[in-house]
T-cell receptor
Framework: DAGVTQSPTHLIKTRGQQVTLRCSPK?????VSWYQQALGQGPQFIFQ???????QRGNFPDRFSGHQFPNYSSELNVNALLLGDSALYLC???????????FGPGTRLTVL | QKEVEQNSGPLSVPEGAIASLNCTYS??????FFWYRQYSGKSPELIMS????GDKEDGRFTAQLNKASQYVSLLIRDSQPSDSATYLC???????????FGKGTHLIIQP
């Protein structure tokens, strides 16, 4: 049973650039949530996608946007990158009728 | 604003002893409670979930919930060096809502 997968593993960008991160949920899951984890901090909820729509959003600016595809995979886009966007970006998948979320391995984004 | 508080540690426990990790939360509407383990450089791994007041046991792990005190804890019995990691407490209002995490407690099991 394939777990949650994310790509790429690592990414280096410069300030002002744009980045797209990708996530494939665990088999049987239909809901994808994205989190940002800065060094030494707990993950912070960015947003959640279900049925190809953003269902819930955390306290993140509009520079952070996303998309969910018919196969339930998802993308996280960040525009106008700031140094403070450097973090581990985590994707978690779940089935909409449950609340248990399983995390992928994450994408480490470094903004120079 | 929803907050989850954890002692950042490090919490140092001798091998074979019981490790006790604590978490408090601010939102009385919270319905679901989770403990995740995160090794350095890795992603969080789910250990346990708990929804009702009282204790829930799974192997060497016991989660305890007290909604009146807004308090969740995780006990690890017979601690092993492989238990050394950061333990994250997370809560939500139920359903598939986004999780609110604490900053995590860094646990060190001393051989």
């Amino acid at each position: 049973d394939a777990g949650v997968t994310q790509s790429p593993t690592h990414l280096i960008k410069t300030r002002g650039q744009q980045v797209t991160l990708r996530c494939s949920p665990k088999s049987g899951h239909d809901t994808v949530s994205w989190y940002q984890q800065a060094l030494g901090q707990g993950p912070q909820f960015i947003f959640q996608y279900y049925e190809e729509e953003e269902r819930q959003r955390g306290n993140f600016p509009d520079r952070f946007s996303g998309h969910q595809f018919p196969n339930y995979s998802s993308e996280l886009n960040v525009n106008a990158l700031l140094l403070g966007d450097s973090a581990l970006y985590l994707c978690a998948s779940s089935w909409t009728r449950t609340d248990t979320q399983y995390f992928g391995p994450g994408t480490r984004l470094t903004v120079l | 604003q929803k907050e989850v508080e954890q002692n950042s540690g490090p919490l140092s426990v001798p091998e074979g002893a019981i490790a006790s990790l604590n978490c408090t939360y601010s939102d009385r509407g919270s319905q679901s409670f989770f403990w995740y383990r995160q090794y350095s450089g890795k992603s969080p791994e789910l250990i346990m979930s708990i929804y009702s007041n009282g204790d829930k046991e799974d192997g060497r792990f016991t989660a305890q919930l007290n909604k009146a005190s807004q308090y969740v804890s995780l006990l690890i019995r017979d601690s092993q060096p492989s238990d050394s990691a950061t333990y994250l407490c997370a809560v939500n209002e139920g359903g598939a809502d986004g999780l609110t995490f604490g900053k995590g407690t860094h646990l060190i099991i001393q051989p």
